[in-house]
């Protein structure tokens, strides 16, 4: 019903930036949350930032400040601006949203790796 097509991921030194883009298709228009979560290996994944359909906002603590999570419900996408990046964002970073009656997507994910 709904697939997740994410972009954006790369290489990039300490200190520099990269935005993430999550686009939405199919059938389902109206999203409650849609957010990015991020696994590094051997970690459990994690939530990185959450929106909220009222636009309200959620960051993980070591992100706060640095990160900016924004939605465009028109075109169905979610994006991620990660400025001042340190090697400890390295992660596959997932796409994720939430519809309906507890029904949830998830992106294919896409790597992000900060060199020091």
């Known amino acids: 019903q709904v697939q997740l097509v994410e972009s954006g991921g790369g290489l990039v030194q300490a200190g520099g930036s990269l935005r993430l883009s999550c686009a939405a298709s199919?059938?389902?228009?109206?999203?409650?949350?849609m957010g990015w979560y991020r696994q590094a290996p051997g970690k459990q994944r994690e939530l990185v930032a959450r929106?909220?359909?009222?636009?309200?906002?959620v960051y993980l603590d070591s992100v706060q400040g640095r990160f900016t999570i924004s939605r465009d419900n028109a075109k169905r996408t979610v994006d991620l601006q990660m400025n001042s990046l340190k090697p400890e964002d390295t992660a596959v970073y997932y796409c994720?949203?939430?519809?309906?009656?507890?029904?949830?997507?998830w992106g294919q994910g896409t790597q992000v790796t900060v060199s020091s």
């Open positions: 199919g059938s389902i228009f109206s999203f409650n949350n």
């Open positions: 994720n949203v939430n519809y309906g009656a507890g029904y949830a997507n």
């Open positions: 929106i909220i359909s009222d636009g309200s906002t």
